[in-house]
Nanobody
Framework: QVQLVESGGGLVQAGESLRLSCAAS????????MGWYRQAPGKQRDLVAT???????NYADSVKGRFTISRDIVKNTVWLQGSSLKPEDTGVYYC?????????WGQGTQVTVSS
């Protein structure tokens, strides 16, 4: 059973920083890709950042230079560090993992950025 548990969401002011964590069941090397999506109210779920098993990363244009995805292999945890947050970063952030063609999702954590 794959489990992804997010934490770290909350309410912040514009310009502040926030770090989200995703604790995964099992060795995170077993996942081809892990990453974060977010969903704003009334909008589709969009990719924020990914990290592949080999360590390469990818970011949405809207967060490049402000967000950093990283991982701790010992703790089986993936983090998303966001800085210079904007109100448009508001949404539910979902951790996801891809393994053997199957996508797994966490329950989501709310991030609200006030102006």
């Amino acid at each position: 059973q794959v489990q992804l548990v997010e934490s770290g969401g909350g309410l912040v002011q514009a310009g502040e920083s926030l770090r989200l964590s995703c604790a995964a069941s099992g060795n995170i090397f077993s996942y081809n890709v892990m990453g974060w999506y977010r969903q704003a109210p009334g909008k589709q779920r969009d990719l924020v950042a990914t990290i592949r098993s080999g360590g390469s990363t990818n970011y949405a244009d809207s967060v490049k230079g402000r967000f950093t995805i990283s991982r701790d292999i010992v703790k089986n945890t993936v983090w998303l560090q966001g800085s210079s947050l904007k109100p448009e970063d508001t949404g539910v952030y979902y951790c996801y993992a891809l393994r053997a063609g199957i996508t797994y999702w966490g329950q989501g954590t709310q991030v609200t950025v006030s102006s």
